[in-house]
């Protein structure tokens, strides 16, 4: 079976390319879990590497120098968001950013926190923890399908005493991906702050914070954005970033430190953008390759990789079809994103018989969940239906 993909040539060629120079490793291996893991591409790998023959001797690495490295992540993340670098915390992991939305956020006592239930613990427990400060948490109840249910998060938004939406960008489990225009829209229109856990959209949905009026966003690195574990980055709206107070703070966050000749005097004075979130030293070799890798997406384009995975899930999809699997995860429109689970009836021996050819993928909820990225092929997915078709009845 071929199938044609005529909107997206470019990327075809480029995606070939990407498996030599990037990611070698998939001449022999069919990796279809990037929303487990993203691997590091080879400039990413050989950035660390120099980095890292610098750090040896630390003389070779200026405290200038590691300060320029830190701010050009946070233009690179800005980019790919739409924001500005103001707007930019560096954080080493999803969770760090969303305990930061969680405790920075003015709630009191009595306020809701509106969260989807089968969101991602990493966008549960920042906001259950709030709980001896008598903010409820509640859990939304999903669709028949498992989505988040907007229809309901819109009403229940009406209700003045939901103060926060978090919702993950594109959902873990079965790759919904949220229509954050109307979430937000609901959200301006009840003052309510919307919170967003980007890990598993970003990377290969195009989003734009401005345009959406997300107010504070959070997402890791080592997933889509191909980057190394500890790298990460916090968005706070710029309006917003000054008044909210960060529970922890670092000597980094605060005004006139970048001076480190001058450090004992103190002030009372925080930086009035989101590096007030910042706590104290950087893991500069995660920033360094979350950087290198941002910068490997913004050549390919997320547009373009968005409408390549989309490609990608085809022949998933038709297979799904022909044998009348039940696919969890919508098909098309805003929702679709760049996972695809399906969910047969023994998905286990699925996945094992998948596993068994080859290819890796993973077991979520019920569902065998492939998660393609700029570099995979349709020819992979064409063998991964190969693999299913063979599977007894
Ligand atoms: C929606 C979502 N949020 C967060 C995480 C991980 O969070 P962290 O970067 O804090 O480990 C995952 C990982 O699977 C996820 O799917």
Redesign the pocket.
Known sequence: VTHTTAATPDIRALARQLRDREFPWTAATTYLNN??VGPLPERTRLALEAFNARRTAPHQLPDRDVLAMHAAARVAAAELIGAVPEEIALVP????GLNIAARALPLQRGDIVLVSDR??P??VYPWQALRGQGVELELAPATSDGWPDEDHLVERLADPRVRVLAV?LV??SNGFRADLERLSAACRANGAYLVV?A??GLGHTPLDVRRLAVDLLAC?G??WLLSPFGS?FLYVRRELAATLEPVAVGWTGYEGNDDYANLTRYTDTLRDDARRFEVGTMGTQDVIGLTTSLGLLEELGIEAIAAYVHALAEPVLAWARRHEIRVVSPQDGIHRSAIVCVAPDDARAAHRQLKAAGIVCALREGAIRFSPHCYNTLEEMEKVVEVLEGMPG
């Not at 992991?93 to 760090?96: D, M």
């Open positions: 929303a487990s992991s999803t969770s760090v969101e991602f990493a966008n993950s959902q873990f856990d890990i598993q890791g080592q997933k990460g």
